[in-house]
C-alpha cells in the first residue's frame, strides 16, 4: 500500500477541479517537499513550510517558464490551502508568474462602491427620503405641503 504524504492529504481536501489536475498538484507538491528537504530538512509537513522556502523552490530549482508557472500554481494552492496566501501573495511573486508583468488581463478586482446599490429599507431609509423629497418619513409617508 502507497504511503499518503502529508501534503496529499492537504491539498486533496482543497482544490477542487479534474482528477487529472489533482494529481498534477500532488506531483509537483510531492517534488517540493522532497527538495526542501534535502536543502532546509523541515520536513514533509507542508505546515512547516514558509514563504521563504518555496520561493527558494521557485527561484532556485525551476528552470523552464512553463515549469515555474506550473510549479507556482502549486505554490499558491498550498499556501491556499495553509489560509496563508493572503499574507505570502507578496513574497511569492515573481518573474514566475507571466500573468503579474503584462498587468492586464484577467478580471479586475471587484471594487467597493461600483456596481448595483442596495434596495431602499423601508419608510425612514435614506434612500426612500431621496426618491420623493416631499415626503415626510415621520408622517407615515404622507406628503407634506411647502
Known amino acids: 500500500m502507497a504511503r499518503t504524504r502529508p501534503t496529499d492529504i492537504l491539498l486533496r481536501r482543497a482544490i477542487p477541479g479534474a482528477k487529472?489536475?489533482?494529481?498534477?498538484?500532488?506531483?509537483?507538491?510531492?517534488?517540493?517537499?522532497?527538495a526542501l528537504e534535502l536543502r532546509f530538512g523541515i520536513g514533509s509537513t507542508p505546515?512547516?513550510?514558509?514563504?521563504?522556502?518555496?520561493?527558494?523552490?521557485?527561484?532556485?530549482?525551476?528552470?523552464?517558464?512553463?515549469?515555474?508557472?506550473?510549479?507556482?500554481?502549486?505554490?499558491?494552492?498550498?499556501?491556499?490551502?495553509?489560509?496563508?496566501w493572503p499574507d505570502w501573495e507578496h513574497?511569492?511573486?515573481?518573474?514566475?508568474?507571466?500573468h503579474q508583468r503584462k498587468g492586464a488581463g484577467g478580471r479586475p478586482p471587484k471594487l467597493p462602491g461600483k456596481g448595483r446599490t442596495p434596495p431602499a429599507r423601508g419608510k425612514g431609509s435614506p434612500e426612500s427620503c431621496l426618491a420623493d423629497p416631499l415626503r415626510d418619513p415621520c408622517q407615515g409617508g404622507k406628503r407634506s405641503e411647502p
Do not use: F, M
Open 20 to 34: 487529472t489536475t489533482i494529481s498534477n498538484h500532488l506531483r509537483r507538491a510531492a517534488v517540493i517537499a522532497s
Open 47 to 84: 505546515h512547516q513550510w514558509k514563504a521563504k522556502h518555496l520561493r527558494w523552490y521557485l527561484k532556485e530549482q525551476t528552470a523552464a517558464p512553463s515549469t515555474r508557472y506550473d510549479y507556482w500554481l502549486t505554490c499558491r494552492e498550498i499556501a491556499g490551502a495553509l489560509g496563508r
Open 91 to 98: 513574497d511569492l511573486s515573481g518573474e514566475w508568474n507571466p
